[in-house]
Nanobody, 117 residues
């Protein structure tokens, strides 16, 4: 399968922001519904947000207006803007197919986000 490479995570204070990126060379990227997932230290991997091939955006309830998902089909890039971060957002964030009936393929390495004062 095509590789997924996440980047942009790091250490941030509560209330801060991060911009996560996911890159793929998959030529079929534009037809997928793409999603961000996360897995905290004591939780299962969970869906954070997804964006369909037509650009419809959907978010988990815990996002509460704080994040924004977007995509650039020409670059094969999926983005996630994280704002107003809290320690509960600490997790490794992954991108993959998801939402609108799409299921994930192989997982990349993820990018860790740590929110701490």
């Amino acid at each position: 399968q095509a590789q997924l490479v996440e980047s942009g995570g790091g250490l941030v204070q509560p209330g801060g922001s991060l911009n996560l990126s996911c890159s793929t060379s998959d030529s079929r990227f534009s037809i997928y519904s793409m999603a961000w997932y996360r897995q905290g230290p004591e939780s299962q991997r969970e869906l954070v947000a997804y964006i369909t091939s037509s650009g419809s955006m959907n978010y988990a309830d815990f996002v509460r207006g704080r994040f924004r998902i977007s995509r650039d089909n020409f670059k094969g890039t999926l983005l996630l803007l994280l704002t107003r971060l809290t320690p509960e957002d600490t997790a490794v964030y992954y991108c993959n197919r998801g939402g609108a009936g799409w299921v994930p393929g192989s997982w990349g390495q993820g990018t860790p986000v740590t929110v701490s004062s």
